[in-house]
Each structure stands twice: as structure tokens, then as C-alpha cells.
């Protein structure tokens, strides 16, 4: 008889748990909604089961289908600072507590976007400081793979305090940080991010399929099973476990910090940002899904030759040439490397790299025309006699000498020299060029190159002593104008 009682106690519990409306764990208590786009709110009930989903005096209704799987999607939701209640009903009832509506970013890539506050510049006050209870955090915890894409993942919302920020992702608290400051709007930050992987396991199937030449790749990844071995280099793994989860959570945009394990490649990492780009815009079901990376910072010793193109050259230069993509951007940062310590390959200053992708969040994303997204961005040249004449976009109030140390702003150079442009003819050999500020324009000339071709900027792994800025104190992208 107790046999008999225990058998239907476990039937009814099984029975239970099955009919019971459940959610991803990215829609929980204290999250951010995203304002001004159709939200959409998922889960999972009984096969056929009647789902109504109640906010901001919206209620959606919709049936589980014979999966299990349902859908609702509200109208778009203005800002809101005060907290409110979700509700959603089938057989049970789900009550999120605490809800606010305003902007929401996913912060991801490897160790320079997982990197801390705790172990960043200035943590303590900075800690002690993170007082921001309209800002929300949420982490994917651990590193996991997957062949295939994973509906349920892990994780839970917090509101930001000195507890929670600690073990949050730099850059994107002092990216939120900064939007919170100039929208004055509640912010949303999801946290998916991997230390030391390459950019192929974050891209998805769709977005290796939208770049013919990486056809190789999608034909891999389409051909997963459920039983393929996969490791944290696996194209498309990590996304399938720590990205996929999450969607279609409504977001307006991405925050990326990688490329360090991809560093020996040129244009083809252009084509996997592409990838990668198109890919989670498709996922995240918008198209016009905001995407702002940061460009390599200086690393290891500086560099002496005039040539360059050692190191990270070509893959700076593939970060950039990808900003023909819509809606994206770039943060240059060759200036943050800590000068005492140049082999560090994790910079400690995440508090610029945060400001300077919010610049460009801010300038494009959320119209804010009066900002200059980004330092100057080389977009031509001139020849001229003996001289090369390079033009520039984002020049802002005008071009200068500038010089960047730690934390404090940077500083204009008067009569300063400029530094690490080189120079070239037709005999493909390259020499330091004598460099001057000319109105929006950079001219260079040199003694040793009677007729010049090309021209060079930064163009080494470490170009420590590379020092134009515009006068918002934005530093210069690396450049080529030769294809050598």
C-alpha cells in the first residue's frame, strides 16, 4: 500500500512539474525591459496550454504549442524608474517583482571584457561607489559548450551594488555606467564572456552562412549532432550555451571585446565579425541590434621600425575596415596600455574603454549628434609633390598633439612633435616621416622619400608613442594606405 501511495505521489509531483508555466532564467526578478521595442516574454507550459503574460496595464495571450513552447510579445514600453510587477499565468502563476524599463546591452568576448572591477584601475572606490539601483546586472555564469542551441541556460538578474559589481565585467559597468549618467534611463547588462576564445565558437550557424567565403565553417556546424564533441574553440559551441539562452531577449545593442585570440589574422577576421555581426542581429531578432567593439590595445615592447605590420597590425586594421556593418563602432585604445608594464595584455584602465564605447553608443545609437564618436579615422590621401596629404573623419574640434596617462584626461601637446607616422615610395621601402598638423589634415614628408606613395600610422603591435588626437582627447586609429 505504501508501494501504491509513493508511485502516485511521484506521478502527481512528475505531472506537477511538467503542466507548470516555467521561465528563462534571463526573465526574472529585477531585470530591465527594453524600452520603445516589442518585448518578447517566453517560456515553457503544458502542450496547448493558455498563457497570458500581464505588464504596464498590457496583457498578451497566447497557447503553448504542442512542444510546450510559447510566446507572447508586448508593445513597446516607455522608460519606467519605478519598480513593477510581471505576471504570468497558465495552470500556476509567476509574479516578477521589481521590473524596470530602460536600455539593455550584452557585454561579451574573452578575458578583456570578462576582466573584473575587482581586478581593474581604482577598485576599491570604485566598489564602494557602485550604488546604482537602476542599473541591473546579470552574469552567465562559467564556461560552457554546446553543439547544439541550448534554450535554458543560467544566471540571474541583481540590482547593482558594491556586492554585486565586484565580480561584473569593467567595461561594461563603466560603458552602463556612463548611459545611465547621459539617458537617464534605467540600464539592463547581461555579462557573456570567456577569457582566451577566438571569435568563431560566439558566431552563430546563420551568421557563418551570411559570409559565402565561411562556407566551410557553416557546413561544419550544420552537420552537429546532439552527440558532437565540442570544446571552448568549437565554432558556434560557446554561442549555442552562453549566448543562445538569452535570446530573443529584447536589447538595443552588443558591447565586444575581442579579437587577442585571433591576433595573427587580417581580413578574415573582418569576415567573421561579419559573421558574428549579422548573426546575433538575426538571433536577438533586430536588425538594427547596435554593435560597438574595442580595437586592440597596445601590447608587449614598443615598436622601432618604420614598417610595422607586425602583431596585431592587420587585425586592428580588419576591426576597422569592418565598420562598414551598420550600427556599429569602434573604441581605440593603442593609448591604455599601462606604460610600466607593457607585456600586460589585460589594461587596467577599463574605465576609459567603457567611456569611449558609450561615445560612440551615445553619437549613434541614441542621436546624440553633438558628440564626436571616436578619434580621428583615416579616410584618404593626397599626393602632393614631395608630401602625402592624409585626410580624417571624426576630427571634432580639430586635430593635435596629445598624450594620455592613467586616468586623467588627456592633454593637448603644445608644439609637440607628432610621432609614428612613416613614409614611403615606390621602392616599397619605409622611413619615419616628419609629421605636421595642417587645418583637418596630416602632411608628411621626408628627406629620404623624394616620391612618396604610402603612408603609415600606428601601424605596429605596440605603438607606444603614437599621439594624434582630436580635441575631445580621442585618440587616432591605426592606418595604412598601402596594401604592401
Not at 510581471?86 to 578575458?111: M, P
Not at 558574428?276 to 536577438?284: E, I
Not at 579615422?377 to 571624426?394: D, V
Request: glycine share 8%; aromatic share 10%; net charge positive.
Amino acid at each position: 500500500m505504501k508501494k501504491s501511495c509513493l508511485i502516485v505521489l511521484s506521478l502527481l509531483l512528475v505531472t506537477s512539474t511538467w503542466s507548470a508555466v516555467t521561465l528563462p532564467n534571463v526573465i526574472g526578478n529585477d531585470m530591465v525591459l527594453q524600452r520603445d521595442l516589442p518585448v518578447p516574454i517566453w517560456g515553457w507550459a503544458e502542450p496547448n496550454e493558455i498563457v497570458s503574460v500581464s505588464f504596464a496595464g498590457q496583457t498578451k495571450e497566447t497557447k503553448a504549442n504542442t512542444q510546450g513552447k510559447w510566446m507572447v510579445k508586448l508593445d513597446k514600453l516607455s522608460a519606467n524608474f519605478k519598480p513593477a510587477v510581471l505576471s504570468i499565468k497558465g495552470s500556476n502563476e509567476i509574479k516578477l517583482q521589481n521590473i524596470l524599463v530602460g536600455e539593455v546591452w550584452i557585454c561579451s568576448g574573452q578575458s578583456n571584457m570578462e576582466w573584473q572591477v575587482s581586478r581593474c584601475a581604482n577598485p576599491q572606490e570604485e566598489i564602494a561607489n557602485a550604488k546604482h539601483p537602476n542599473i541591473r546586472l546579470f552574469d552567465v555564469p562559467g564556461h560552457t559548450v554546446h553543439p547544439l542551441p541550448q534554450s535554458k541556460g543560467n544566471g540571474n538578474w541583481k540590482v547593482c551594488t558594491p556586492a554585486s559589481i565586484s565580480s561584473f565585467s569593467a567595461t561594461g559597468y563603466y560603458f552602463g555606467r556612463r548611459l545611465l549618467k547621459e539617458l537617464n534611463v534605467p540600464i539592463g547588462l547581461i555579462g557573456s564572456n570567456w577569457g582566451g576564445t577566438r571569435i568563431e565558437p560566439w558566431t552563430t550557424l546563420d551568421g557563418f552562412k551570411s559570409v559565402p567565403k565561411l562556407s566551410d565553417q557553416a557546413k561544419s556546424v550544420a552537420a552537429y549532432t546532439k552527440d558532437t564533441k565540442v570544446k571552448g574553440g568549437t565554432p558556434s559551441a560557446i554561442y549555442n550555451s552562453m549566448v543562445h539562452p538569452l535570446t530573443p531577449y529584447a536589447m538595443r545593442g552588443a558591447i565586444w571585446y575581442q579579437g587577442e585570440s585571433n591576433g595573427k589574422e587580417g581580413t578574415t577576421y573582418y569576415q567573421k565579425k561579419h559573421a558574428l555581426v549579422k548573426g546575433w542581429r538575426k538571433a536577438f531578432q533586430n536588425p538594427n541590434l547596435g554593435f560597438y567593439w574595442v580595437q586592440l590595445c597596445n601590447w608587449k615592447q614598443p615598436g622601432k621600425t618604420p614598417g610595422g605590420g607586425d602583431g596585431w597590425a592587420k587585425l586592428r586594421e580588419a576591426q576597422t575596415q569592418a565598420l562598414d556593418l551598420k550600427h556599429t563602432g569602434m573604441a581605440v585604445i593603442i593609448d591604455l596600455a599601462d606604460a610600466h608594464n607593457p607585456n600586460d595584455i589585460h589594461p587596467k584602465n577599463k574605465q576609459d574603454v567603457g567611456w569611449r564605447l558609450a561615445q560612440w553608443a551615445l553619437h549613434q545609437t541614441y542621436d546624440k549628434k553633438e558628440l564626436v564618436a571616436s578619434g580621428p579615422l583615416y579616410s584618404g590621401y593626397e599626393i602632393k609633390g614631395n608630401q602625402i596629404q592624409l585626410s580624417f573623419k571624426n576630427t571634432g574640434k580639430g586635430l593635435m598633439v596629445g598624450k594620455k596617462v592613467g586616468l586623467d584626461p588627456t592633454q593637448q601637446i603644445k608644439d609637440g612633435t607628432l610621432k609614428h607616422f612613416s613614409i614611403a615610395g615606390a621602392d616599397k621601402k619605409w622611413h619615419w616621416a616628419d609629421a605636421q598638423i595642417v587645418g583637418d589634415k596630416v602632411v608628411l614628408s621626408s628627406k629620404e622619400v623624394i616620391s612618396p606613395t604610402a603612408a603609415r600610422y600606428a601601424f605596429t603591435m605596440n605603438p607606444a608613442d603614437a599621439n594624434l588626437y582630436n580635441k575631445e582627447g580621442l585618440p587616432a586609429s591605426p592606418f595604412r594606405t598601402d596594401n604592401w
